[in-house]
């Protein structure tokens, strides 16, 4: 079974504070994300990492950088926090998706998410 | 744009009754697919069933079943025999096929009573 573990299930920081959230995958997928999940929001899209040290802004990057050192491991960094900024965090993963390639149906998988409280 | 739409919030079944969830999207593509995902209470977000839509025959995976209605761009989760374990958010998310990016629905809370 695929594994997305975020190391940190719940934190609370301090307005102003730098805040990292880190998270693991075991299934050598190429593709990793961070959204960002809202009561009557749905999940959105924060950053996406198709590669290591390769990123690409989601809907909502302000506020947030990311880091792809090794392609199992994308972190999510607050380099400010901001009481705006509390929500629940969710990590994923999913293989390579290839547009002229065979049928492609894979999925994404997540991580148990990071419930952040920014005071 | 694309875009993902559940108008139900929140939803209540009784065990062992059948509730179906309502989803619908917008596109201008053709190739595509979509899928319905659960979360339970503090757990992990898990994948419910995968719909290609390039697939006229709708996709079943035991109590959990899709109406795809291409044309009218609808795509709702019939759940079956419910069960205390099925209360979750139900999220509704759409990929176009080659790309990596989901736009997922605002989700609908499923309440199960015994």
């Known amino acids: 079974d695929v594994k997305v573990t975020q190391s940190s299930r719940y934190l609370v920081k301090r307005t102003g504070e730098k805040v990292f959230l880190e998270c693991v995958q075991d299934?050598?997928?190429?593709?990793m994300f961070w959204y960002r999940q809202d009561p009557g929001l749905g999940l959105r899209l924060i950053y996406f990492s198709y590669d290591v040290k390769m990123k690409e802004k989601g809907d909502i990057p302000e506020g947030y950088s990311v880091s792809r050192e090794k392609k199992e491991r994308f972190s999510l960094i607050l380099e400010s926090a901001s009481t705006n900024q509390t929500s629940m965090y969710l990590c994923?993963?999913?293989?390579?998706?290839?547009?002229?390639?065979?049928?492609?149906?894979?999925?994404?998988?997540f991580g148990e998410g990071s419930w952040l409280t920014v005071v | 744009a694309q875009t993902v739409t559940q108008s139900q919030p929140e939803m209540s079944v009784q065990e062992a009754e059948t509730v179906t969830l309502s989803c619908t999207y917008d596109?201008?593509?053709?190739?595509?697919?979509l899928f319905w995902y659960k979360q339970p209470p503090s757990r992990q977000m898990i994948l419910v069933i995968r719909q290609e839509a390039y697939k006229q025959q709708n996709a079943t995976e035991n109590r959990f079943s899709v109406n795809f209605q291409k044309a009218a761009k609808s795509f709702s989760l019939k759940i079956s025999d419910s069960q205390l374990g099925d209360a979750a958010m139900y999220f509704c998310?759409?990929?176009?096929?080659?790309?990596?990016?989901?736009?997922f629905g605002t989700g609908t809370r499923l309440k199960v009573l015994a």
């Open positions: 994923a993963s999913s293989p390579q998706s290839l547009p002229l390639g065979p049928e492609d149906g894979n999925t994404i998988y």
């Open positions: 998310a759409y990929r176009r096929r080659g790309t990596y990016k989901y736009i």
């Open positions: 299934m050598d997928h190429e593709n």
């Open positions: 596109t201008s593509e053709s190739d595509y697919y």
